[in-house]
């Protein structure tokens, strides 16, 4: 039996993207009741300037509250040095590097080049191989933007490879692929896949950061378990939306992830009836207007089905 590793986003890529501000306790009710269901890894928010992205300003007591539960890894964005620093003294076990693969994309929002983002990842780096061992973080380097871009368009495969190599040389661990735009399809997530293995080897890509902008979503997810992956981000309740989709979900579903997989006979070690106590948590804590998605809650289960 195939383990598959869910890495619950929703605490950053959910609420960056909606307007309300989630209190620091109703955050940690949310992550508890994820780690009761079994999930034991959640991207728990990102080191940003709080008057950039005032919804994550709490994420160090976050970090801290997470640690507190054993077994789950704790993992942050960061943008920059800095960020690294503050997710180091709060204790998080894995940090992501976002960097868009579409420089136009980088500059806009970050204001920063491909050269200068890697320069601060090898900054990050060497942050981590200065801390004794066993407080050294996992690094990430998050490609984002992979698969297309909304300003750009389509993004050239040999710009993903070459960046890849040039963050793996900067000190990451592994990179992870993002389809930040729900550009991507099944064919091209297979395609992408092998080409980075290829390049940055079998074991420096093992994760997907996948939307359901266009529906392909799980689609998406069976390419690349077909490809070896085996670690899927997802955002329980797709919360967050889509900026460019009025009515799609963000990030997949975790709810229906974690039902596709179990179904199929892959272990997730989540159970789905967490999930949907964890999804009834969120929505008490969220306003009305706040819409989650996923067709598995709304369904429920097949009648005889267990896990
Ligand atoms: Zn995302």
């Keep these: 039996m195939t383990q ?30 994820e780690y009761a269901a079994g999930v034991r890894e959640i991207e728990v928010g990102s080191f940003v300037p709080a008057k950039l ?29 800095e960020g690294a620093q503050a997710a180091v003294e709060a204790g998080a076990h894995k940090i992501t590097v976002p960097v868009s693969v579409s420089e136009t994309h980088s500059l806009r929002n970050i204001r920063r080049t491909h050269e200068q983002i890697v320069a ?8 981590i191989a200065s801390l004794p061992e066993d407080r050294r973080p996992s690094l990430e380097g ?14 050239p495969a040999d710009r993903v490879v070459a960046l890849a190599e040039q963050l793996m040389r900067a000190g990451c661990d592994e990179v992870g692929l993002a389809d930040t735009t729900g550009y991507a399809n099944p064919t091209q997530i297979k395609s992408l896949v092998r080409r980075i293995r290829g390049a940055v080897g079998e074991h420096a890509l093992n994760g997907l950061h996948l939307h359901n902008t266009r529906g392909l979503g799980l689609a998406n997810v069976l390419a690349g378990l ?23 979900s963000g990030n997949i579903v975790t709810e229906d992830l974690v039902f596709m997989l179990e179904a199929m006979g892959l272990k997730t070690g989540i159970k789905l009836e ?3 106590a964890a999804r009834e948590v969120l929505r008490k804590a969220l306003p009305a207007t706040d819409e989650l998605y996923g067709f598995t809650p709304l369904a429920g289960l097949p009648l005889g089905f267990r896990q």
């Design 274 to 276: 967490g999930l949907f």
């Design 142 to 155: 998050g490609l984002s933007t992979a698969f297309g871009c909304t300003l750009e368009g389509a993004v």
């Design 226 to 248: 077909d490809v070896g992956i085996s670690t899927f981000d997802s955002s329980l309740g797709g919360l967050g939306g889509c900026p460019f989709a009025p009515g799609a």
């Design 53 to 81: 992205l005032p919804q994550l300003a709490d994420t160090g007591d976050v970090v801290r509250f997470a640690r507190t539960l054993p077994g789950l890894t704790v993992a942050v964005l960061v943008p920059n040095l």
């Design 4 to 33: 598959i590793l869910i890495s619950e986003v929703g605490p950053r890529d959910g609420l960056q993207s909606i307007r309300s501000i989630l209190p620091l306790e109703a955050k940690c009710a949310w992550v508890a009741a």
């Design 120 to 127: 601060e990842t090898h900054a990050i780096a060497e942050l």
